[in-house]
């Protein structure tokens, strides 16, 4: 999105998540909390049953009805959970207004719950703010786990496993060769070019759509959905998904910023989910549509009378993977150009590895993929150093569970705490906080290998159980051919500023349910062992 853009978006967005409450609304809030803390109690004194008679997970004190949800920040929640979790373990216990809410902190936690006990925990919290008025009903992110939940999965699935995710490696490698030649006349506008090509590979695959430049109207609608969900704050935690009752009554008693804001969010979904659609259903009956997801998924599901089958979850599905793909991953590519320039050691002893497998003579493919552990360690690193979903998204238990001696009541929100997995020191203890991709390799005699015992990253930062995220495998192959190819061609260094200063980036990222790095200056200059290539391949 343009910064023009992006700021005139942003005028009609709350500040924060904070300035969702007004007095009026807070009055709300409190006489809900007592009337659901009266009933409670009231059915809850009777005698307690099964796993009941259990403890909750250890977790700060809170107050009287509200619980700690005046403790949690509303900004970046998971940094204060990593903080409670060196006090009180990586399973704790909070209570939000009378809604159960576990945060899971270690990799083990995440895989015994969300994993082994996928059948408990695959639902997600109401989210009723976003799904029911924000017009976000049509993702599966939001989807509650049931049939049209399975639908949707498989229709993703299809296209992004791993051989559907094999079929598009031409196409990957085509939009790579492009990226590298925009940078070469125009090294200055990495940023740009980087959501430009990461959001033409998912256009093209989703939809068939050729994206030709930096504003395309898809990828540019995609970012305006995002920031404008963004802006809701913690998904899940609003008093109208707490209580949706809340939600049928005016937006006006939370406030005009916060009324406009839900306008802004349904036009913003009503873009993202209809106009690909519409255009791409169009070209597939005129018989001009380019074979994409959404012509295989038209084709299974066309009736003899031309009538769809599914329709919305066919519509939902394409418009999630749109806009989860142009978003997310080019935040990691980012992280890459930070941490190369920050860390000129681990840049060029990686430049050496690609030197001497490809000699200068031809770019990365994926068949070197085995052959360049350097690279591998840095792709690992990236996704640990800076979790592009720092807080995970959350999950929901449909039955009463007990774990370790205690009790998790059906209904719990479960939050995994991405960032705090990523930094535990048990898993990573050679400086957690620092960017450092030695920390995945050894050296025999010269030569790098994999260590086989460092837990991947991959592990954590993609979610867990039945609803890891199905884009992992897309993901992972445009982070790698970008990290192997932008390694092999530039030399990546901090720009200068007039008194040959060298402009450091923001390490502080923008955060939101997206973690992403602020504007950065970069130098990139083409590598001199690459010099006779670059010009036979692109400079004519
Ligand atoms: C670096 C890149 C990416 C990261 C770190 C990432 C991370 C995540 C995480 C943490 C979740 C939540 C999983 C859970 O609830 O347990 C998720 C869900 C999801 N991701 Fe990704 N993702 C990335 C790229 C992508 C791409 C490229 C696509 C699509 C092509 C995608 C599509 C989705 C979808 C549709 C879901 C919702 C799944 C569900 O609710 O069942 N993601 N992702």
């Known amino acids: 999105m343009s910064s023009a853009a992006n700021e005139t978006l942003a005028k009609t967005l709350p500040a924060a998540s904070a300035s969702l409450f007004n007095t009026q609304s807070l009055s709300y809030i409190i006489f809900l909390s007592f009337l659901v803390a009266g009933i409670k109690f009231w059915y809850g004194s009777g005698q307690k049953k099964g796993y009941e008679r259990l403890p909750f997970p250890p977790g700060p004190k809170g107050i009287p009805i509200l619980g700690n949800a005046l403790q949690l920040p509303l900004k970046a929640p998971w940094i204060k959970f990593k903080d409670w979790a060196a006090v009180h373990g990586d399973v704790f216990y909070l209570s939000m207004m009378g809604q159960h809410?576990?945060?899971?902190?270690?990799?083990?936690s995440g895989l015994d719950l969300l994993h082994k006990r996928g059948a408990i925990y695959s639902d997600r919290p109401g989210m009723a703010l976003v799904r029911d008025h924000g017009g976000w009903k049509f993702s599966i992110v939001t989807e509650p786990y049931g049939d049209v939940f399975h639908l949707k999965r498989r229709y993703i699935n299809q296209a992004l496993n791993p051989s559907g995710t094999k079929k598009q490696y031409n196409m990957l490698n085509?939009?790579?060769?492009?990226?590298?030649?925009?940078?070469?006349?125009?090294?200055?506008?990495?940023?740009?070019?980087?959501?430009?090509?990461?959001?033409?590979?998912?256009?093209?695959?989703t939809y068939g759509h050729q994206v030709t430049g930096e504003d395309d109207e898809y990828i540019r609608n995609a970012d305006d959905a995002m920031i404008t969900l963004e802006a809701s704050g913690t998904i899940g935690a609003h008093p109208i998904d707490m209580w949706p009752i809340l939600g049928s009554l005016p937006f006006s008693i939370w406030g005009k910023k916060?009324?406009?804001?839900?306008?802004?969010?349904?036009?913003?979904?009503?873009?993202?989910?209809?106009?690909?659609?519409?255009?791409?259903?169009?070209?597939?009956?005129?018989g001009t549509a380019v074979p994409s997801m959404a012509t295989s998924l038209l084709e299974e599901n066309l009736n003899p009378d031309k009538t769809i089958n599914n329709e919305e979850c066919i519509n939902g599905?394409?418009?999630?993977?749109?806009?989860?793909?142009?978003?997310?991953?080019?935040?990691?590519?980012?992280?890459f150009i930070i941490a190369m320039m920050l860390n000129l050691d681990?840049?060029?002893?990686?430049?050496?590895?690609?030197?001497?497998?490809?000699?200068g003579e031809r770019l990365p493919t994926w068949e070197d993929r085995e052959s360049l552990p350097y690279v591998e360690a840095i792709l690992k690193e990236?996704?640990?150093w800076k979790p592009v979903v720092p807080g995970g998204?959350?999950?929901?238990?449909?039955?009463?569970?007990?774990?370790?001696?205690?009790?998790?009541?059906?209904?719990?929100?479960?939050?995994?705490?991405?960032?705090?997995?990523?930094?535990?020191?048990?898993?990573?203890?050679?400086?957690?906080?620092?960017?450092?991709?030695?920390?995945?390799?050894?050296?025999?005699?010269?030569?790098?290998?994999?260590?086989?015992?460092?837990?991947d990253p991959a592990d954590i930062a993609f979610g867990f159980g039945r609803r890891v995220c199905p884009g992992r495998h897309f993901a992972d192959a445009w982070l790698w051919l970008s990290i192997a190819t932008l390694l092999a061609t530039f030399e990546i260094s901090l720009e200068l500023d007039a008194a040959g200063n060298p402009i450091l980036p923001d390490l502080e990222y923008e955060v939101g349910l997206v973690s992403h790095p602020k504007p950065y200056k970069c130098l990139l200059k083409p590598r001199s062992q690459m010099a006779s290539l670059l010009a036979s391949e692109f400079n004519h």
Not at 263 to 276: A, D, E, F, I, Y
Not at 317 to 335: E, Q, R
């Open 101 to 108: 809410v576990v945060v899971l902190n270690s990799y083990e």
């Open 174 to 205: 085509d939009n790579m060769r492009l990226f590298i030649q925009s940078l070469l006349q125009n090294p200055s506008k990495i940023q740009a070019y980087n959501r430009m090509y990461t959001g033409a590979n998912i256009m093209m695959m």
């Open 258 to 286: 916060f009324a406009d804001h839900m306008v802004t969010m349904k036009k913003t979904t009503n873009l993202v989910s209809t106009l690909p659609y519409d255009n791409i259903k169009q070209k597939f009956f005129d």
């Open 317 to 335: 599905s394409l418009a999630i993977v749109y806009i989860g793909a142009s978003l997310i991953t080019v935040a990691s590519i980012d992280t």
């Open 346 to 359: 681990v840049q060029r002893e990686a430049q050496e590895t690609i030197d001497e497998l490809l000699q």
């Open 382 to 384: 990236v996704l640990r």
């Open 393 to 455: 998204i959350p999950h929901r238990s449909i039955q009463d569970d007990e774990y370790n001696g205690q009790f998790i009541p059906k209904g719990t929100m479960m939050i995994f705490n991405v960032l705090a997995m990523m930094y535990n020191p048990k898993e990573f203890p050679d400086d957690p906080e620092g960017f450092n991709p030695r920390r995945f390799l050894k050296s025999d005699g010269g030569k790098y290998g994999l260590r086989t015992h460092v837990r």
